[in-house]
């Protein structure tokens, strides 16, 4: 079993930055492929990024690509996700999530097993 705790989401201006941090515990955590996910109100959940365990390899949907940066400290047990340039539509629930089964999680949320809680992400124009 893996536990997932979120952390840094806020309210932010438009253009502006935001870094968000999901503390992994209960399974080793540098053998978990890692992934961020967003739901919008009324919207399904989206993939936005994804980092193999060694954190040498990354994925990025079209919508953040050259906007934020997925990163993991495996001595820390965390992954962090540094959103820059937000926009509105930004706007979202953000959730971390794990997987015991992959090198490098995919951009379905059915291909992991754990999640967060969520922190919520709100980017004011």
């Known amino acids: 079993q893996v536990q997932l705790v979120e952390s840094g989401g806020g309210l932010v201006q438009a253009g502006g930055s935001l870094r968000l941090s999901c503390a992994a515990s209960?399974?080793?955590?540098?053998?978990?492929?890692m992934g961020w996910f967003r739901q919008a109100p009324g919207k399904e959940r989206e993939f936005v990024a994804a980092?193999?365990?060694?954190?040498?390899?990354?994925d990025y949907s079209d919508s953040v690509k050259g906007r934020f940066t997925i990163s993991r400290d495996n001595a820390k047990n965390t992954v962090n996700l540094q959103m820059n340039s937000l926009k509105p539509e930004d706007t979202a629930v953000y959730y971390c999530?794990?997987?015991?089964?992959?090198?490098?999680?995919?951009?379905?949320?059915?291909?992991?097993?754990?999640w967060g809680q969520g922190t919520q992400v709100t980017v004011s124009s």
């Open positions: 999530a794990a997987d015991s089964r992959s090198y490098i999680g995919t951009k379905s949320p059915g291909g992991y097993e754990y």
């Open positions: 209960g399974r080793t955590f540098g053998r978990l492929a």
């Open positions: 980092i193999s365990w060694g954190g040498r390899s990354t």
